[in-house]
């Protein structure tokens, strides 16, 4: 069976028992067999694997057998599920977390309608509602670990359209394609969002990069979209895997500047702290660093103005010959003290 999560992927899965690790990797699997799309972060996985458990009263693999459904009238609020796992499965999650149980953990799970809620009509927010897993689905699971097992979830789902495939047929329909600098295509999903990263590798870019290479780009729905990591490494940028990442980071042979741009749609601009970040974590970097913040409009700019950090530049991408930049000594390039 596949690992799903190995102990040096995520920190919480490897202070969990092997029995527990076990547990959680067959959960993953049977899912996966149920259509549920599996391409997250460990973590993110570990978390969707413990709150079925929960919803379903599965402690151990012996457990599925007696597997407890919305027809047995068992169910959990979100409060519930958070105590369940940490009594059960080593978790240490505060209980003010209760809402992430509903919007991620359990968020995939509802959708694909293998967890049900208890109470299908109240509110969305509803602090007394509970979640149960499908009798359909606790059927199969039932059987699980019977010969031929696979073919029975395939007949007995026969008609359903798993997730997973749900999801990629509508990524395939809401593309955006892009053109690389250097005449390569990538393609984003679709938002508003990757419309700025567009903008800005076809119009900033051409314009600002002195014939800049994109490195590196992140999508909503792959963050390592575009990842060139042996260039990355020649210039000593820092670990690729790193959390804080900006948007697109692009490299100006020519000029030796590696430009570091945030994207900002909701969030996100390179604020005085976002600075400090990104200077402590490039100090060893070969190239001299251009820090840009990036708008798709002028009234998106003005709600953030006031948190963009001096000796930054701004580009706006419906104004995209013109720049704004945070300092009133120089023009685009990086700042050195």
């Not at 509110?123 to 979640?131: F, L, M, P």
């Not at 990263?197 to 999508?219: H, M, S, T």
């Not at 005085?272 to 409009?297: G, H, M, P, S």
């Amino acid at each position: 069976m596949k690992q799903y999560i190995s102990p040096d992927k995520s920190k919480t899965f490897k202070q969990k028992s092997r029995q527990i690790q076990e547990l959680i990797n067959t959960t993953l699997y049977i899912l996966d067999c149920f259509g549920i799309p599996i391409d997250t972060t460990p973590r993110r996985l570990e978390r969707m694997a413990i709150a079925f458990l929960a919803t379903a009263d599965i402690k151990n693999i012996a457990e599925f057998k007696s597997i407890k459904d919305f027809n047995s009238g068992y169910s959990l609020k979100t409060r519930d599920v958070i105590n369940y796992v940490n009594l059960n499965f080593g978790e240490n999650i505060s209980s003010g977390s209760y809402d992430d149980i509903r919007r991620k953990d359990l968020k995939l799970l509802t959708v694909a309608e293998v967890v049900l809620r208890s109470s299908p009509n109240s509110a969305t927010n509803d602090s007394t509602r509970g979640y149960c897993v499908n009798p359909l689905y606790a059927e199969l699971i039932k059987n699980y670990g019977n010969e031929n097992w696979e073919k029975l979830v395939n007949k007995k789902l026969q008609g359903i359209e798993p997730l997973n495939q749900k999801l990629k047929r509508q990524r395939e329909i809401q593309r955006v394609n892009v053109t690389l600098p250097s005449g390569g295509k990538l393609e984003f999903s679709a938002g508003e969002h990757n419309d700025l990263q567009k903008a800005i590798i076809e119009d900033f870019l051409p314009r600002y990069g002195f014939g800049a290479e994109v490195l590196y780009v992140g999508d909503t729905s792959d963050k390592y979209l575009h990842l060139e990591t042996k260039k990355l490494e020649e210039l000593n940028f820092f670990e690729i895997s790193h959390e804080e990442l900006p948007d697109v980071i692009a490299f100006s042979k020519q000029k030796n500047w590696l430009y570091l741009i945030e994207a900002v749609h909701s969030s996100g601009p390179i604020s005085e702290i976002r600075l400090l970040q990104l200077e402590k974590l490039t100090k060893n970097c070969k190239a001299d660093i251009v820090y840009v913040t990036a708008f798709l409009d002028r009234p998106k700019f003005r709600k953030f103005m006031a948190d963009i950090a001096w000796e930054t530049e701004v580009w706006i991408a419906d104004n995209p010959d013109h720049m704004v930049h945070f300092n009133g000594d120089k023009f685009l390039g990086p700042y050195k003290e």
